[in-house]
Antibody, heavy 122, light 108 residues
Framework: EVQLVESGGGLVKPGGSLRLSCAAS????????MSWVRQTPGKGLEYVGR??????????DYAAPVKGRFTISRDDSKNTVYLQMNSLNTEDTAMYYC?????????????WGQGTLVTVSS | EIVMTQSPATLSVSPGERATLSCRAS??????LAWYQQKPGQAPRLIIH???TRATDIPARFSGSGSGTEFTLTISSLQSEDFALYYC??????????FGQGTRLEIK
């Protein structure tokens, strides 16, 4: 059974940083492309970014609102993907979900974690 | 950016009846369209990709159709567990990936 468990969310002040983790199990993690998607009541679902498997280059891409501030990385020895978030602002307040990516060519999110809540507030 | 518009915002249907949800793209996304279901307090769940392919373990009462700019999710005989929020997502032209704003399917 595929399981994705996010952690690391919490309350942070504007301008602060936070690192989210997502521990994966139930599939061959090193071969998987992983992504982060966030959700707010106001904006709905919003793609954050993706990391390819190391076999496919391990490269990342990001949505425009987070590019240059957020960094996705992975540790295949720990079956874990990370989301480092810097220079946070109130618009980053959201539930953050870790997901698997369905295929290399289709950016479809087939398995989701339960989410971790990030609140940016002074 | 491709804008995804879902209609209606809320759909009220009785159990056992058919529900039809719509999603329109502001420009063609070919068949690169996915549908997700989200229940209160839960993460979204993939139900359809490629506009019409059911995801793993999704019951046959769920079907997707359409291509280009017009898409439909049909639930043929609503069960109690089907009442939820449904989102469409295009993955043809990205960045950015875009989602619709959702349709709430509620019990009539």
């Amino acid at each position: 059974e595929v399981q994705l468990v996010e952690s690391g969310g919490g309350l942070v002040k504007p301008g602060g940083s936070l690192r989210l983790s997502c521990a994966a199990s139930g599939f061959t993690f090193k071969n998987a492309w992983m992504s982060w998607v966030r959700q707010t009541p106001g904006k709905g679902l919003e793609y954050v970014g993706r990391i390819k498997s190391k076999t496919d280059g391990g490269t990342t891409d990001y949505a425009a609102p987070v590019k240059g501030r957020f960094t996705i990385s992975r540790d295949d020895s720990k079956n874990t993907v990370y989301l480092q978030m810097n220079s946070l602002n109130t618009e980053d307040t959201a539930m953050y979900y870790c997901t698997t990516v369905l295929t290399r060519s289709d950016l479809v999110f087939d398995y989701w974690g339960q989410g971790t809540l990030v609140t940016v507030s002074s | 950016e491709i804008v995804m518009t879902q209609s209606p915002a809320t759909l009220s249907v009785s159990p056992g009846e058919r529900a039809t949800l719509s999603c329109r793209a502001s420009q063609s996304v070919r068949s690169n369209l996915a549908w997700y279901q989200q229940k209160p307090g839960q993460a979204p769940r993939l139900i359809i990709h490629g506009a019409s392919t059911r995801a793993t373990d999704i019951p046959a009462r769920f079907s997707g159709s359409g291509s280009g700019t017009e898409f439909t999710l049909t639930i043929s005989s609503l069960q109690s567990e089907d009442f939820a929020l449904y989102y469409c997502q295009q993955y043809n032209n990205w960045p950015p990936i875009t989602f619709g704003q959702g349709t709430r399917l509620e019990i009539k």
